[in-house]
Nanobody, 115 residues
Framework: QVQLAESGGGLVQPGGSLTLSCAAS????????MAWYRQAPGKQRDMVAT???????NYVDSVRGRFIISRDNAKNTVYLQMSSLKPEDTAPYYC?????????WGQGIQVTVSS
């Protein structure tokens, strides 16, 4: 089992910045793919950014250039630095951890972009 603890969400004005963190604990895999997803009200849960154990990243087009995903393998933690935030970025954000055999999800953390 893997437990995921997310932190860093909150309310921010348009154009502002936030950084999300997700710390994994338990049966850690050194090759796990980590990612952030979000799910706007009434919509499906969509990928925001992914990062492999070697640091290869991928982003959805709507956040490329504004968000940066990174990870600290020694701390089993993935980060999502979000800047130039827009109201349409508002959603609960979910940490994703894929060992190759099983997928784990965090409980979700709310990000609200509003003036």
């Amino acid at each position: 089992q893997v437990q995921l603890a997310e932190s860093g969400g909150g309310l921010v004005q348009p154009g502002g910045s936030l950084t999300l963190s997700c710390a994994a604990s338990g049966s850690i895999s050194s090759i796990a793919l980590m990612a952030w997803y979000r799910q706007a009200p009434g919509k499906q849960r969509d990928m925001v950014a992914t990062i492999t154990s070697r640091g290869v990243t991928n982003y959805v087009d709507s956040v490329r250039g504004r968000f940066i995903i990174s990870r600290d393998n020694a701390k089993n933690t993935v980060y999502l630095q979000m800047s130039s935030l827009k109201p349409e970025d508002t959603a609960p954000y979910y940490c994703y951890y894929n060992t190759g055999l099983r997928i784990y999800w965090g409980q979700g953390i709310q990000v609200t972009v509003s003036s």
